[in-house]
């Protein structure tokens, strides 16, 4: 049996966008991350992953480098959590609340899902 561990509504400056003035400032993302993992056999934070360790595994992808797409930078999260836990799925959704379209919206957003093979 699995469960499914949850990060949701992450949020985490960064310096990404398709253009360069997006790029030149922080600005905020907001992630949501879901992990499928296999049910813990005991009551133990050992047994399962460590939300601290996601957190911080977000934060270096991050800062690794200026991303130009959401979709970019979701698959490079969605991998860093797959080599990191031992998860048997990711699914990694990265909002970008401050988008400027022409027309009021409450943010733009990738998806990206992966699965061990």
Not at 28 to 41: A, G, N
């Given at each position: 049996m699995s469960v499914v561990v949850e990060v949701t509504g992450l949020e985490l400056a960064g310096h990404h966008g398709?253009?360069?003035?997006?790029?030149?400032?922080?600005?905020?993302?907001?992630?949501?991350?879901?992990?499928?993992?296999?049910?813990?056999?005991?009551?133990?934070?050992?047994?399962?992953?460590?939300?601290?360790?996601?957190?911080?595994?977000?934060?270096?992808?991050?800062?690794?480098?200026?991303?130009?797409?959401?979709?970019?930078l979701a698959a490079a999260v969605a991998d860093a959590m797959l080599a990191r836990f031992p998860a048997v799925a990711v699914r990694v959704r990265v909002r970008k609340p401050h988008v400027q379209l022409g027309l009021p919206v409450d943010y733009t957003a990738a998806s990206v899902r992966r699965e061990r093979r």
């Open positions: 398709a253009f360069e003035p997006e790029r030149e400032g922080l600005q905020p993302f907001l992630y949501d991350v879901e992990l499928e993992v296999d049910e813990p056999q005991a009551d133990e934070l050992v047994q399962t992953v460590d939300y601290r360790e996601v957190v911080a595994t977000i934060r270096e992808v991050s800062a690794s480098r200026s991303f130009h797409l959401l979709e970019s």
